[in-house]
């Protein structure tokens, strides 16, 4: 399936997120944005101008115009706009959120037979998926899955509200395509995503459903921490295909769950769930020993999937090499004014994702199913973590930078280099890094045993 040809230059902008700032230092809890952050007042006229040409050509009640190359362009111009011309990067989010849910997102062709991957008792149409984060209330469902993604992770969703961090609280590394959040899992308790997401599944989305659960952050650990997650789970089994526990979160007090509690909290979980999928997210902080015990865990319980892994509050020029724990970075940020609180996302993180899904794979033998996210922003990313052992991929910075039709391009590229490699389906390949006989690697058997 050929990939998406734009016509305008703007087309490769920003998605949801961000003014056009390269960083905002953030020291001892307080920041300060550059002043080529702020709102331009003549990119707020041509957006809406765009904007008001775009809906009169296209309404979005019309699937077939919003499926249109033209609409796909005017929908990264547009995402350009919001990124270029809102100050605040979390305001520009709830911009393209709000778009999103109204329906004014751009329609992608439905996903080729290849893409389609079946993983604990589900058909997920796509392997590429939307990552915790991007859509925290559940509110554009239905629309991500209109881009081609496979399936959404909504939340993360805590017990009863709350606001998180105060803001700004979201910062863009413009020159490492990167950013730093420290949101603080802000929630609208589970109750109201319950009902928004009883709403969207009566609409019958694209995309299969997950939820991204923890408790709330004044919540102390031990048991108090096993009850908030086991009432989110029962609110939310009836609404969502699978569960995601984060126990990995760097942005709240608490929220990093150690190894040695988390076989109480999952079983607990996974008893409230009824059968409903049950995942855990990971760190990407994890020395040898700490995937050694979690890769048993998951084994032993079992739990039906890894996500692998979360942001880092790890900084290159801070993180010294420590035994059992490599180097997360291999090279310097090139943004300035780096915050030093908060979790970093997107490129930076791509190596370390990757050769952590190949330690989880080769830990369990293959036998827990990973869905691997971390610098995601190409087909080849994706690819490498496929073949490094993740049956399911997320990305969420990278729709920042590279905007909605990176969605259709990515998914449908995946494809194509699974089958350049002989492989019939993307399934097919996961975990092939950790196979001694490749389809690209056919040959003779002389030359097989001659290895």
């Not at 929220?255 to 049950?278: D, H, I, N, Q």
Request: hydrophobic share 45%; aromatic share 8%; charged share 20%.
């Amino acid at each position: 399936m050929g990939s998406l040809k734009l016509g305008f230059p703007q087309a490769r902008r920003a998605f949801g997120a961000g003014g056009s700032a390269a960083a905002v230092s953030l020291q001892r809890g307080r920041s300060s944005a550059p002043s080529h952050g702020q709102s331009n007042a003549g990119v707020y006229i041509a957006g809406g101008l765009g904007l008001g040409l775009g809906l009169w050509l296209f309404p979005p009640s019309n699937e077939y115009a919003r499926s249109s190359s033209a609409y796909w362009s005017l929908a990264d111009w547009g995402a350009g706009v919001l990124r270029d011309g809102v100050g605040d990067a979390e305001t520009a989010h709830g911009y393209a959120l709000a778009g999103l849910h109204l329906g004014f997102g751009p329609v992608a062709a439905a996903p080729e037979d290849a893409l389609k991957t079946r993983l604990f008792g589900l058909e997920f149409p796509s392997p590429v998926g939307v990552a915790a984060g991007f859509d925290k209330r559940g509110e554009a469902v239905a629309a991500l899955g209109d881009l081609g993604f496979g399936f959404v992770e909504v939340g993360g969703v805590t017990p009863e509200h709350q606001d998180g961090n105060p803001r700004p609280r979201v910062f863009r590394l413009k020159d490492d395509e990167a950013v730093v959040n420290f949101v603080g899992l802000p929630s609208e308790g589970v109750n109201a995503v319950a009902a928004r997401l009883d709403h969207a599944r009566a609409l019958g989305p694209k995309a299969l459903v997950g939820a991204n659960i923890t408790k709330n952050a004044s919540t102390p650990a031990g048991a108090a921490a096993v009850a908030d997650h086991v009432a989110v789970a029962e609110a939310l089994a009836g609404y969502v295909d699978f569960v995601v526990v984060n126990a990995s979160c760097p942005n709240v007090k608490g929220g990093v769950v150690s190894v040695g509690a988390m076989p109480e909290l999952l079983r607990a979980t996974k008893a409230a769930l009824g059968g409903v999928p049950l995942l855990l997210k990971c760190s990407p902080d994890l020395g040898a020993s700490q995937v050694a015990a979690i890769a048993k865990l998951a084994v032993d319980l079992p739990l039906d999937g890894l996500v692998v892994a979360n942001t880092t509050a790890r900084r290159p020029a801070t993180d010294a090499d420590e035994p059992g724990r490599p180097r997360l970075f291999y090279g310097e940020l090139r943004s300035k004014d780096v915050p030093d609180r908060g979790g970093l996302s997107g490129p930076p993180l791509r190596d370390n994702a990757v050769r952590l899904v190949r330690d989880f794979y080769a830990a369990t033998g293959g036998a827990v199913p990973i869905v691997g996210v971390g610098g995601v922003a190409s087909a080849a990313d994706a690819y490498a973590l496929v073949k490094a052992g993740a049956s399911l991929v997320q990305l969420y910075t990278a729709l920042v930078y590279h905007g909605p039709s990176l969605a259709p391009k990515l998914r449908d590229g995946l494809a194509d280099l699974a089958r350049r490699d002989g492989f019939e389906t993307v399934q097919a390949a996961v975990g092939a890094d950790h196979k001694w006989w490749k389809p690209e690697r056919r040959a003779p058997w002389w030359a097989v045993w001659r290895r």
